[in-house]
């Protein structure tokens, strides 16, 4: 399995950027970095993907380095719905198994 | 928008008893999925699925656990003698064609199985 490191926790405020950092030594080379929303009770949600360097949506970035053994989300501007677990999900260059990190909880505060 | 339902949305057993649970993948998607969550952890791989056939699968996925697309809508997973570690949030997922991690993976809100 991809050996994935996420923060357990992260705490904000209304209005500021919120940076989340999945270090994963192991990723697959052709494979690319997902990272998913969960709300209490729900299933995952997409947020935003990217194989190497930044990629930017609506609601996210994603910074992946040219080593790509890490990468960090980026929610700017958070609000309180935004509190939530975000988990980064790739696959392993060891076993080429799918994995998800094991999540940061974000709690937005006003 | 469409979406991955799930059905039921609870589940009670006994320990030992059968379940099957349900899923109906968004119409035009080829890969399926299924994942778990016990209370307080992280969602865990199961079994991917394509093409009628298991295309990969974790070490949890072990011989009481089985899936099965019977139809052209539905996806099952079939627990065969269910322990009570199997307690979870099962989640189902599907995706558009190609199966790699490049693909959004949609899912489908749960059944949380409690085994007695």
């Known amino acids: 399995l991809a050996k994935t490191t996420q923060p357990i926790s992260m705490d904000s405020y209304e209005g500021q950027e919120v940076n989340i950092t999945c270090s994963h030594n192991n990723i697959a080379t052709n494979d690319y970095i997902t990272w998913y929303q969960q709300f209490p009770s729900q299933g995952p949600r997409f947020i935003i993907q990217g194989y190497k360097t930044k990629v930017t949506n609506e609601v996210a970035s994603l910074f992946i380095p040219a080593d790509r053994k890490s990468s960090t989300l980026s929610l700017p501007r958070v609000s309180l719905s935004d509190t939530a677990v975000y988990y980064c999900?790739?696959?392993?260059?060891?076993?080429?198994?799918?994995?998800f990190g094991a999540g940061t909880t974000v709690t937005v505060r006003a | 928008e469409p979406e991955v339902t799930q059905t039921p949305s609870h589940q009670v057993t006994q320990m030992g008893q059968e379940v099957i649970l349900r899923c109906v993948p968004i119409s035009n998607h080829l890969y399926f999925y299924w994942y778990r969550q016990i209370l307080g952890q992280k969602v865990e791989f199961l079994v991917s699925?394509?093409?009628?056939?298991?295309?990969?699968k974790s070490e949890i996925f072990d011989d009481q656990f089985s899936v099965e697309r019977p139809d052209g809508s539905n996806f099952t997973l079939k627990i065969r003698s269910t322990k009570l570690e199997d307690s979870a949030m099962y989640f189902c997922a599907s995706s558009g064609g190609q199966g790699r991690t490049q693909e959004t993976q949609y899912f489908g809100p749960g059944t949380r199985l409690l085994v007695l």
């Open positions: 699925f394509y093409n009628n056939e298991i295309s990969e």
């Open positions: 999900l790739l696959r392993s260059s060891n076993d080429y198994k799918l994995s």
